[in-house]
Antibody, heavy 118, light 108 residues
Framework: QVQLVESGGGVVQPGRSLRLSCAAS????????MHWVRQAPGKGLEWVAN????????YYADFVKGRFTISRDTSKSTLYLQMNSLRAEDTAMYYC???????????WGQGTTVTVSS | EIVMTQSPATLSVSPGERATLSCRAS??????LAWYQQKPGQTPRLLIY???TRVTGFPARFSGSGYGTDFTLTISSLQSEDFAVYYC??????????FGQGTKLEIK
């Protein structure tokens, strides 16, 4: 079945880095654009970044631009999010998500928790 | 940036009654709007896309409508499993998504 499994979350000090991974299975990973979406504790959904199926085109929310980098490894069917210069406000559950057809998100991972705290 | 505003923030409805949730965009998004359902402790699930196309697996009591800037999610006869938080999302500016802040649908 179609599945996205995130990993790499944890507790990190402000200013440090973390890399999230998302292992995809059950579908042709190379054919889909992918996203990272986050949700702070008790808050709503917030789009973070997108990467096209070609792995070349990437887009970011303004609040992470210059700090986060999205990438993908088609040979491993894995999506990444490199997060640098982390701030307390980056504390959230981070979801890996599949783009349906250049429109909505049709598959969500279970999420991985990132806590930025000293 | 397109801002999505949902109302009300919390909606209290009795089982069996109709629920109407609203979503407004700060500028036209045509029909490029999706709705998601999120239950406590669970991941969001795509419910509707294209403003009105219901995803397989959701019953017909869920319906979406609207175009441009004003959208509505209607649940015709609430069941216990429908109580959740619902988010709207625009993708007119794909891939620069924006979500509404959510409407919590709770049991009255």
């Amino acid at each position: 079945q179609v599945q996205l499994v995130e990993s790499g979350g944890g507790v990190v000090q402000p200013g440090r880095s973390l890399r999230l991974s998302c292992a995809a299975s059950g579908f042709t990973f190379s054919s889909y654009a992918m996203h990272w979406v986050r949700q702070a504790p008790g808050k709503g959904l917030e789009w973070v970044a997108n990467i096209w199926s070609d792995g070349i085109n990437t887009y970011y929310a303004d609040f992470v631009k210059g700090r986060f980098t999205i990438s993908r490894d088609t040979s491993k069917s894995t999506l990444y999010l490199q997060m640098n210069s982390l701030r307390a406000e980056d504390t959230a559950m981070y979801y890996c998500a599949r783009d349906r057809a250049h429109d909505a998100i049709d598959v969500w991972g279970q999420g991985t928790t990132v806590t930025v705290s000293s | 940036e397109i801002v999505m505003t949902q109302s009300p923030a919390t909606l209290s409805v009795s089982p069996g009654e109709r629920a109407t949730l609203s979503c407004r965009a700060s500028q036209s998004v045509s029909s490029n709007l999706a709705w998601y359902q999120q239950k406590p402790g669970q991941t969001p699930r795509l419910l509707i896309y294209g403003a009105s196309t219901r995803v397989t697996g959701f019953p017909a009591r869920f319906s979406g409508s609207g175009y441009g800037t004003d959208f509505t999610l209607t649940i015709s006869s609430l069941q216990s499993e429908d109580f959740a938080v619902y988010y709207c999302q625009q993708y007119n500016n794909w891939p620069l998504y924006t979500f509404g802040q959510g409407t919590k649908l709770e049991i009255k």
